[in-house]
């Protein structure tokens, strides 16, 4: 067959210039893409299963928060290879009964700046929607801790909240907001815009100090950063897992000295003795903790060193 009428020969020049494109297409440099994989990470305690969830993470003054000498503080960070101010993680955990799913703190949704609010899609991205959480248990009302409920609406509409009545009392009060400092007012415009729809619509329940929530899982009575600052301990198997809210904020200063406080404490005297007291009790058990600003997955151990302590990760491992 003759197909010379169907082939035409390539000029010279445009051979070359097509080997100068392929060559150019190969040699060129793969962009560089900038973001992690989804945030969420699964342990098991007993049959019940943990997922952490990031809602990103936030640079903060950590010299100008802390009730420390700022020399200290930076001397500090830097032992960790750290400088200030310091991305810090912000992470909530979603725990599976195999009954029921539980969210404790929901993140920062659109409260606390651009670089937070990414929990509903890490929730989404670990194979959940929002519609299918049924219970919400709140730490405290700081607004990286209940903005991602939603302000304009039930971000998760078929979830009751539970939160202690201290907190519920204090940050959705308008004569409190009203003697607040300009500062302070905008915690409680969030706490009102968000807790706040959740009550107006019958989805908010109280509970005060030590309570059993679910099989389980308690709350226990952790007043210091705000008036009914709350942790949650999860049980099961033989094993146990205490969610620690903020107790700890800055891991390269407050293990090693669990006196510090910070400035977002309302009471540092009673936020100082409760952090001393856990952190003993942790070491000398040995049980699992889980924390909000801990470096995401914020899961790991403590043991005593001296009068300090030093936090240990927990071991990256796949569910099986």
């Known amino acids: 067959m003759n197909i ?14 097509a080997g100068m494109l392929i060559q150019t297409f190969a040699t060129a440099a793969a962009p560089q893409v900038k973001t992690q994989a989804p945030g969420y990470y699964r342990i098991p305690i007993g049959s019940y299963e ?5 809602d990103g993470t936030a640079e903060l003054p950590v010299e100008k928060v802390l009730h420390e000498a700022p020399k200290k503080t930076t001397a500090a960070l830097r032992k960790h290879f750290l400088s200030t101010p310091t991305e810090m993680s912000f992470n909530s955990f979603l725990i599976n009964t195999g009954n029921k799913l539980i969210l404790v703190d929901t993140g920062a949704g659109s409260l606390f700046g651009p670089t937070l609010g990414k929990l509903v899609d890490n929730l989404k991205a670990a194979g959940y929607q929002p519609e299918q959480v ?41 004569s409190n907001m009203a003697k607040a400092s300009s500062e302070n007012k905008e915690f409680f415009a969030g706490a009102m815009s968000t807790v706040g729809q959740y009550a107006k619509a019958g989805k908010l329940k109280t509970f005060d100090g030590n309570t059993q929530l679910e099989t389980g899982i308690k709350a226990v009575a952790n007043y210091g950063h705000t008036p009914g600052h709350t942790i949650f301990v999860v049980e099961n198997g033989g094993q146990k897992l205490v969610l620690l809210g903020d107790m700890v904020h800055i891991a390269a200063v407050q293990f090693d000295k669990p006196s510090v406080t910070i400035s977002f404490d309302s009471d540092t ?13 942790a070491a000398k058990q040995g049980y699992l903790l889980g924390a909000s600003h801990l470096q995401f997955p914020g899961l790991g151990h ?19």
């Open 134 to 174: 049924d219970e919400i248990y709140i730490s405290h009302m700081h607004p990286d801790h209940i903005g991602g409920l939603g302000s304009d609406k039930l971000v998760f509409p078929n979830a009751i909240v539970y939160a202690d009545k201290r907190d519920a009392d204090y940050w959705l009060s308008a």
């Open 4 to 17: 010379s009428r169907f082939y035409k020969p390539v000029a010279p020049l445009a051979v070359l210039l």
């Open 50 to 54: 943990i997922t952490a969830l990031s």
């Open 269 to 281: 005297k009673a936020a100082r003795a409760r952090r001393i007291a856990v952190f003993a009790e």
């Open 302 to 320: 403590i043991r005593a060193k001296g009068n300090a302590y030093e936090f240990v990760p927990v071991n990256y491992s796949i569910p099986h």
